[in-house]
């Protein structure tokens, strides 16, 4: 038995992490392991070390812990409660990942380094509070939420934490990325208008969010912000924004309307996709590029209207918009791909405005025989 670690019935105790575990790969003690003891001497944890332990409910760790990597405990379901030591003095990311059951989390004031996404947990969690030991110098904690020291940037909110409502500080100029995600009882949250800044999937998978308001001072959409909020009906931008990041408008199944505002330059990937109620939209001038799948899967959307400043259309960029009957090719317009509209079983008349476009080669040979096109260049 090596020297590195030793076995108790359902009990592990670590010694130290200088040899390899191979049996961390096993599917067997991945299974059997209840309880995980550290002796005191062990500085880190290394990346992914417990992950896959199904059946850990008890986790000691020692008082000279400095680092826990990132994924260290991912996937640990049976999990409930874990004690972060005095003189810890870094996450990780995804240390906690798809380890639901973890209710509450107590950052020693020693802790001062957070990976980007070391709090980030995903469905199904049962994290109801985030505190922080007063006399931390990087973090603070206001009613369970986590923020930097000078509270400007909102880093992440408990996904358990039972609010309908929340109001989002006016001293907050940025939200982390996924700092909202997968929360379970927020319907409304209403935002500073000293916001500039959100981060990638800051709203993301917020099922019971009807409503969303973005201040006039956010630069732009970053990706995933919104991704999978089923139950948002409306969504207000602000007048400009800089970027609409992919997959940013996706997948909100009662989005009944949306203006885009002008600013970005670019619809990228499925940016504004899979929006199963949204019946008409308007690009933005400026726009010069809608990338791959940018507009996919709305099944409803019957209007679209392309600016001038449209230069190609990219594959799958209009795919499965079935309901789609007409649309108007912009004079500027040099390139479409033959995938753009596939899946577009309802289109019967598409006008082109280009000089650029001569033929029908881009469209599918399925739309041919029913699709009439019309000149005028």
Same mark, same amino acid.
Request: charged letters at 25%; hydrophobic letters at 35%.
């Given at each position: 038995?090596?020297?590195?670690?030793?076995?108790?019935?359902?009990?592990?105790?670590?010694?130290?992490?200088?040899?390899?575990?191979?049996?961390?790969?096993?599917?067997?003690?991945?299974?059997?392991?209840?309880?995980?003891?550290?002796?005191?001497?062990?500085?880190?944890?290394?990346?992914?070390?417990?992950?896959?332990?199904?059946?850990?409910?008890?986790?000691?760790?020692?008082? /000279?812990?400095?680092?826990?990597?990132?994924?260290?405990? #991912?996937?640990?379901? #049976?999990?409930?409660?874990?004690?972060?030591?005095?003189?810890?003095?870094?996450?990780?990311?995804?240390?906690?990942?798809?380890?639901?059951?973890?209710?509450?989390?107590?950052?020693?004031?020693?802790?001062?380094?957070?990976?980007?996404?070391?709090?980030?947990?995903?469905?199904?969690?049962?994290?109801?509070?985030?505190?922080?030991?007063?006399?931390?110098?990087?973090?603070?904690?206001?009613?369970?939420?986590?923020?930097?020291?000078?509270?400007?940037?909102?880093?992440?909110?408990?996904?358990?934490?039972?609010?309908?409502?929340?109001?989002?500080?006016?001293?907050?100029?940025?939200?982390?990325?996924?700092?909202?995600?997968?929360?379970?009882?927020?319907?409304?949250?209403?935002?500073?208008?000293?916001?500039?800044?959100?981060?990638?999937?800051?709203?993301?998978?917020?099922?019971?969010?009807?409503?969303?308001?973005?201040?006039?001072?956010?630069?732009?959409?970053?990706?995933?912000?919104?991704?999978?909020?089923?139950?948002?009906?409306?969504?207000?931008?602000?007048?400009?924004?800089?970027?609409?990041?992919?997959?940013?408008?996706?997948?909100?199944?009662?989005?009944?309307?949306?203006?885009?505002?002008?600013?970005?330059?670019?619809?990228?990937?499925?940016?504004?996709?899979?929006?199963?109620?949204?019946?008409?939209?308007?690009?933005?001038?400026?726009? /010069?590029?809608?990338?791959?799948?940018?507009?996919?899967?709305?099944?409803?959307?019957?209007?679209?209207?392309?600016?001038?400043?449209?230069?190609?259309?990219?594959?799958?960029?209009?795919?499965?918009?079935?309901?789609?009957?007409?649309?108007?090719?912009?004079?500027?317009?040099?390139?479409?791909?033959?995938?753009?509209?596939?899946?577009?079983?309802?289109?019967?008349?598409?006008?082109?405005?280009?000089?650029?476009?001569?033929?029908?080669?881009?469209?599918?040979?399925?739309?041919?025989?029913?699709?009439?096109?019309?000149?005028?260049?």
């Amino acid at each position: 038995m090596s020297s590195s670690y030793t076995i108790k019935k359902n009990k592990l105790f670590i010694h130290d992490f200088k040899d390899r575990f191979d049996y961390w790969t096993s599917q067997e003690w991945r299974e059997q392991i209840t309880t995980l003891v550290i002796d005191d001497g062990v500085s880190e944890i290394p990346n992914g070390a417990f992950e896959y332990f199904k059946r850990l409910e008890e986790v000691h760790l020692p008082s /000279s812990l400095k680092r826990i990597g990132d994924s260290a405990f #991912s996937q640990c379901e #049976s999990l409930t409660k874990i004690h972060l030591p005095n003189g810890l003095e870094s996450l990780g990311n995804y240390v906690f990942q798809d380890t639901p059951g973890v209710r509450e989390l107590n950052l020693p004031a020693s802790l001062t380094g957070l990976g980007e996404q070391a709090l980030y947990i995903g469905s199904g969690s049962h994290l109801h509070a985030i505190r922080t030991a007063a006399d931390n110098p990087a973090y603070t904690s206001v009613d369970g939420v986590l923020f930097s020291k000078d509270m400007t940037r909102l880093i992440k909110y408990p996904s358990a934490k039972r609010m309908a409502e929340y109001q989002v500080p006016e001293t907050v100029t940025e939200i982390a990325g996924d700092a909202f995600a997968h929360t379970n009882y927020l319907h409304r949250v209403a935002l500073p208008k000293s916001l500039r800044i959100l981060g990638s999937g800051v709203f993301s998978f917020c099922n019971h969010i009807e409503e969303l308001v973005i201040p006039e001072t956010v630069e732009g959409i970053p990706s995933y912000a919104f991704f999978c909020c089923e139950n948002m009906e409306r969504l207000t931008l602000p007048s400009r924004i800089k970027y609409l990041g992919y997959e940013s408008i996706c997948n909100c199944s009662r989005l009944k309307a949306l203006i885009l505002p002008p600013g970005f330059t670019q619809l990228d990937y499925a940016a504004v996709g899979g929006n199963a109620k949204l019946k008409e939209l308007v690009i933005p001038e400026g726009v /010069s590029e809608l990338n791959n799948s940018a507009l996919i899967d709305n099944i409803n959307l019957c209007r679209i209207v392309l600016p001038s400043s449209l230069t190609a259309i990219w594959d799958h960029a209009f795919q499965r918009c079935c309901s789609l009957k007409e649309i108007e090719i912009p004079e500027n317009v040099e390139y479409i791909d033959d995938e753009a509209f596939l899946g577009c079983t309802g289109v019967r008349r598409i006008i082109i405005r280009s000089k650029h476009i001569k033929d029908d080669h881009w469209l599918p040979d399925e739309l041919k025989e029913k699709v009439k096109i019309e000149y005028y260049t």
